[in-house]
């Protein structure tokens, strides 16, 4: 029987995650689930979360497939914190640029249909 959970073929929402990913995410919950210190809690987390981008894009996955809440926001703090201070074109560079920019006026026009939307 099919669960109306298992929405993909192998039942695994992250087919081509690195089996180290996962390992990352399960030393986290390991690491929130016995130690009850929060000041050790919080240096374990700066320096568990200073992993390259992809590693971090990767873990979000994760985190937010296997609904870890608190991993998940620590590493979209980690993320936000990346792009203080940058310009428009740096955090472009750091995350990536759509293939295909849109005109001004394209821009515009999409602004005008959805303002509260993120494009």
Known sequence: MTSKYNKHANGNPLPNMRKEIFAKALE??????????EDEIKKWDAEFIKVDEDTLFDLSLV???LKIKNLFDLI???????????????????FGRCEEELTPE???????????GLY
Not at 28 to 34: G, V
Not at 76 to 94: C, P, V
Not at 106 to 116: K, M, S, T
């Open 28 to 37: 986290y919950n390991i690491k929130h689930s016995t130690c009850s210190n």
């Open 63 to 65: 985190a937010y497939y």
């Open 76 to 94: 979209m703090e980690a993320m936000t914190d990346t792009q203080k201070g940058k310009s428009q074109e740096e955090i472009s560079r750091i």
């Open 106 to 116: 394209e821009e515009f026009e999409r602004h005008q249909a959805n303002p509260w």
